[in-house]
């Protein structure tokens, strides 16, 4: 068992029973769940925990190893949207299939 301190944060296992995992951030569980890998949101009940989590082993910590996640300046490596490239595509396919209007 892991006491829960404000400096608490990562994957746990779920105080509550009601998920596999629960993701806690300064010390308190957060809506964030997941089970079999599948995450998802369930605000967590409004009573106090009734035992202490236990912290997540690692392979359940990074089950998607961060593939699924982006960084906040992958926006700014890739290349700026392109009006003219976009009609010009758009008149290509026009007149390479026709239209269905």
Request: proline share 11%; hydrophobic share 30%; with cysteine.
């Amino acid at each position: 068992m892991t006491p829960v301190t404000s400096t608490t944060w990562g994957w746990f296992s779920d105080p509550y029973h009601e998920h596999e995992y629960r993701y806690f951030s300064e010390g308190n569980p957060t809506k964030l769940v997941r089970d079999s890998g599948t995450e998802s949101f369930d605000p967590p009940p409004d009573f106090p925990m009734p035992e202490s989590p236990v912290r997540a082993p690692s392979h359940a910590a990074t089950a998607t190893g961060g593939a699924d996640m982006r960084r906040a300046d992958d926006v700014e490596r890739e290349a700026p949207y392109d009006r003219r490239a976009a009609c010009q595509s758009a008149i290509s396919a026009i007149l390479r299939f026709g239209s269905s209007g």
